[in-house]
């Protein structure tokens, strides 16, 4: 039904519906928001910290791309960590920020967030669903049909979780009576306008294009945009990280930042710079083939057609050039290209990845720009370190990791801090 919003089960809404207009749910999810404010900020962290206990260890769960590391990210010390950073003050804690001598100020929320859900990522929905509940938002999650099936069962799981304050019991249903999951197809422009129109907070993820004509809808006149929109990541290895004892376990977080998303995530490395060394680029590239074969079978999921065909041609290219390398497993698990360019290669996806020596790190410097999203960078001397992450951050790059942690989710994320913009600070003179 091209010309229906698909209104699907799970979260406030208790039966599958095709309806014309938002105006129904948005009045709903306004009613239900008042008792997510009143909630405690701390324990709509607890709920969620146990929600993350519990998802790890219930088994239908299991085949869920990413449920591990969703649940690392509901540790309760990474929610209060977030909260402290985005709204300045620890849960629990009522009193004001003070701005100076005459003036404090408290955050308030935004109301109604639309969530415009990219679907290269399946749990991406429930991390931005889950900053928007901090700062205690209703949500509107417009997904691509086929991750319905993992966040209803993950909102479906949060509604039995229950924790005890005192003598009072609380339920996960305080958060799912404000959320909704919708889908209609993007092009039809009168449900898209309608869509963004309901929003106090746009929230965008998506390419270029996407980002584009969503951003030029009609919106409220305060209504703020959030854009999370296409980035470019790789990894940089200087010579001492090269020559270190410390070399190969390094490779091997690598392969687990390649492998994660099948590459489909903004902090997916697509270039691997290695500095000249003692260690020639085929050794380097060895050590990464074995990095790769030793991780996990349940690491590496079916990889679409589309993507399946983009690593079989840049295979044959590779293997047909004379001047290029390339090492690859027998199936389509991974693939290691290898050529000296000094550039950012087009990604393939697919765990594929190009690895290139250069003289000196420094060279790669110029290729960054606003697009660059994170740089996993092993340079082993701190004030070598400091200069490079203040140049990479100078010229646009939104996050220095260590291999290892190029997908962790950690605040500020593209630049910015989510939750914090999906408030309002409120300033208050004092008595």
């Known amino acids: 039904m091209e010309d229906k919003i698909l209104i699907h089960e799970g979260g406030c809404v208790a039966e599958e519906r095709y309806t014309d207009s938002f105006e129904e749910l948005v009045g ?30 219930d088994r239908s769960l299991a ?47 935004r109301g109604i967030v639309c969530h415009w859900i990219a679907g290269n990522i399946p749990l991406l929905g429930f991390f931005s669903l889950a900053l928007a509940t901090l700062g205690k938002n209703a949500s509107i999650l417009k997904i691509h049909p086929q991750i319905y099936k993992y966040l209803h069962l993950l909102f479906r799981k949060l509604e039995q ?24 197809p993007g ?22 294009e996407a980002v584009q004509v969503i951003s030029s809808l009609p919106h409220k006149v305060h209504a703020d945009t959030i854009v999370y929109g296409p980035k470019y990541s790789f990894a940089v290895f200087d010579r001492e990280a090269i020559e270190s004892h410390d070399f190969y376990l390094m490779l091997k977080r690598l392969a687990q930042d390649i492998v994660l998303y099948n590459q489909a995530a903004c902090s997916s490395p697509h270039t691997v710079f290695f500095e000249k060394s003692s260690v020639t680029i085929k050794d380097i590239a060895g050590r990464l083939k074995s990095a790769l074969q030793s991780l996990q079978d349940r690491m590496f999921y079916p990889l679409d057609e589309g993507i399946a065909l983009s ?11 004379d001047a290029r390398d390339i090492l690859s497993s027998d199936d389509l698990k991974w ?96 008595k």
Request: with cysteine; charged share 25%; aromatic share 8%.
């Open 28 to 57: 709903e999810l306004d009613v239900n928001r008042r008792m997510l404010f009143d909630c405690p900020d701390e324990i709509i962290i607890l709920l969620l910290a146990q929600f993350g206990k519990e998802i790890i260890k």
């Open 63 to 109: 085949f869920i791309p990413g449920l591990s590391y969703l649940s690392l990210w509901l540790r309760k010390e990474n929610l209060n960590a977030i909260y402290r950073v985005n709204f300045r003050n620890r849960p629990g804690i009522s009193d004001p920020v003070v701005v100076d001598s005459r003036t404090e100020m408290i955050h308030v929320p």
């Open 161 to 184: 979780v229950t924790i005890d304050a005192g003598e009072i019991q609380y339920s996960g249903k305080i958060i799912t009576s404000v959320v909704s999951m919708v889908s209609f």
């Open 187 to 208: 092009k039809n422009e009168d449900l898209s306008r309608t869509f963004s129109l309901s929003a106090d907070c746009r929230v965008v993820y998506g390419s270029d």
């Open 311 to 321: 690593v079989i041609n840049t295979r044959a290219r590779y293997l047909l050039d």
């Open 335 to 430: 693939t290691i290209c290898i050529n000296d360019m000094i550039s950012l290669e087009e990604p393939v996806q697919g765990r594929c990845v190009f690895v290139k020596e250069v003289p000196d790190i420094d060279l790669i410097l110029p290729l960054v720009n606003r697009k660059v999203q994170t740089v996993a960078l092993e340079i082993i001397d701190n004030a070598r370190r400091e200069r490079y992450v203040r140049e990479l951050a100078y010229r646009g790059a939104d996050r220095a990791m260590v291999a290892g942690m190029m997908h962790e989710y950690t605040q500020p994320w593209d630049g910015m801090l989510g939750a914090g913009r999906m408030v309002r600070w409120i300033a208050v003179a004092k």
